[in-house]
């Protein structure tokens, strides 16, 4: 078996003890990785600390080149990566290949990024200029479903802006981001990017930190209140990326033909585990059977199974905790509505469960008001479209939401209604490096990516100079 490290303060170390990495797909365990004692974090604070001094008067040109490099080494390193990534967290194989990708494009678009100063005001009296001024220490948590990017497009706008920075990976997908760890120590001075692992035990001795400046958390809505509450000692700043239970409007004059696929790919990809998945679809009564049924048939055609397998199109669910989750939700989806594909998971090791499609169920179902988080489609019937917009809105999520019609100004209308940070129209889940991706209501708060996204890893500093002074001195 490979050996991993933690990176602390430029150094590969082994962790205090050991910890098994569970394979989802057959539950073996696929490796060992070392798991950090809190003197370990400790460390790793300490030299992010000893570290940011230097970091952050770096010319940005340099911070710019390490990360390109980085992005290089991502690419040349881009099989490996996806291989421990199709072990470790189930996906198959050409959808590992898209998240290298994705992370590498992510990094690369942060790499060409400049804070320049902006100049608010420049009159006879005074000049306001507006510089960006790195943070310090940032502490960043990540998730088990997109282990890979998402600790790459935390890293690049962290590091870019100054910062330097300690990456906890989620306990059950923690090799992927020791894989990043090795890849970025040959790059950056040591103490810039540390990488440590726990149990689910270090994210609190992290988050109420008095040397950590911020904390950037992606993950459930339950750990970004807890976070919350943690970081208000030090009165820490936050980007928090929660749940979501994102709602998908079907306007009355789609041919549902035209638009199922769209839906079925952006309700099932990497098996329901995204946070802007598509997951209550509110279908108008005159499309409803018909969409349906083209969305049943899809289901029962795909293939789940191992990511390591060829054959397989989608993965399992990827942790035991989640799998339990799921058969929860799927027996209330038996309780509350009709299951028109899947639904019957099967008796063997892993966690695989078969894309489910369930009709003729309301809101107050749990697998419709909760987040699901897994490969479960609610398709809900509605007759009103000003009624069913409510009904989309009475949720404490606002992370994404989408609208489908032929028929752009309806669109438009009913997607200014919609209480979530982004609205797509006649697509959903699409997302990019440039595109600021902004929670709304429960579904957090900050915004990741884009130009904004990389503020949020800055503080602002404002230079007042008043010229007068000057022109009196002469
Ligand atoms: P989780 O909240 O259980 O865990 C996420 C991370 O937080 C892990 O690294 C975990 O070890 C750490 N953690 C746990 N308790 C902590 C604490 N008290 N303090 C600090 N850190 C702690 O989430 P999960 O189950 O890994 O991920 C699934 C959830 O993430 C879903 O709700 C999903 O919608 C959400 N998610 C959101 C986004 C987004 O961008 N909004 C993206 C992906 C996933």
New binding site residues.
């Given amino acids: 078996m490979t050996n991993y490290y933690l990176l602390i303060d430029g150094q590969g170390v082994p962790g205090d003890r050991d910890m098994e990495v569970i394979n989802p797909a057959n539950e073996t365990v696929f490796a060992h990785c070392p798991l950090a004692s809190r003197r370990q974090l400790e460390q790793a604070v300490a030299a992010a600390k000893r570290a940011f001094a230097g970091w952050s008067r770096t010319a940005l040109s340099e911070r710019q080149a390490n990360l390109r490099q980085t992005a290089d080494a991502i690419h040349a390193s881009a099989e490996r990566i996806t291989e421990v990534l199709i072990g470790e967290q189930g996906k198959p194989r050409a959808q590992a290949a898209a998240e290298v990708g994705f992370a590498e494009m992510f990094c690369r678009y942060f790499a060409e990024q400049t804070l320049d100063v902006e100049v608010r005001e420049d009159s006879t009296e005074q000049c306001i200029e507006i510089h960006r001024r790195p943070l310090g220490v940032v502490a960043a ?6 282990p890979f990017l ?1 600790s790459v497009y935390k890293m690049a706008p962290a590091l870019l802006a100054g910062n330097t920075l300690i990456l ?5 997908t923690p090799l992927t981001t020791l894989v990043l760890s090795e890849i970025v120590r040959d790059i950056f001075p040591a103490g810039v990017v540390n990488v440590i692992t ?1 149990n ?1 035990d ?3 001795h ?2 109420n930190h008095p040397d950590i400046a911020k904390v950037s ?8 209140k ?2 919350m509450k ?1 970081a208000a000692s030090s009165l820490k700043r936050l980007t928090l ?4 239970n994102d709602a998908a409007i079907v306007l009355d004059d789609v041919d549902p033909r035209q638009v199922a696929a769209g839906i079925f790919g952006a309700a099932f990809l990497n098996s329901g ?4 998945s598509l997951k209550r679809l509110y279908v108008h009564e005159s499309v409803y059977d018909d969409l349906c049924s083209q969305l049943a048939g899809m289901a029962q055609c795909a293939v789940v199974g191992d990511g390591a397998d060829p054959e397989t199109q989608f993965g399992p669910v990827q942790n035991k ?2 799998y339990q989750k799921i058969c929860r939700y799927m027996e209330d989806a038996r309780n509350n509505g009709a299951i028109i594909a899947g639904g019957d998971i099967p008796d063997q090791p892993g966690y695989i469960v078969p894309l489910t499609v369930v009709r003729d169920i309301e809101d107050g179902a749990a697998v419709v008001d909760e ?1 699901p ?1 897994g490969p479960i489609l609610p398709i809900i019937k509605y007759r009103d479209l000003d009624e069913v917009i409510e009904r989309a809105n009475n949720s404490p999520y606002g ?1 994404g939401g989408s609208v489908w019609s032929s028929d752009m100004n309806r669109a438009r209308q009913v997607a200014a209604r919609i209480e979530s940070g982004t609205v797509w129209i006649n697509q959903h889940c699409a997302f990019g490096p440039n595109i600021p ?1 902004p ?1 709304a209501k429960q ?2 708060i900050g915004v ?1 990516w884009g130009k904004e996204g990389l503020e949020e890893f800055t503080a602002m500093k404002v230079i007042n100079i008043n010229k007068a002074f000057g022109a009196s001195q002469h």
């Fill in positions: 948590i990540m998730p088990w479903n997109f998402i906890k990976p989620a306990p059950t726990d689910n270090l994210g609190p992290l988050t958390f992606t993950g459930s809505t339950s750990t970004g807890a976070i943690n990326e929660l749940g979501g585990q995204v946070c802007i905790a989640q987040e988080f992370l991706f929670p579904s957090g990741e």
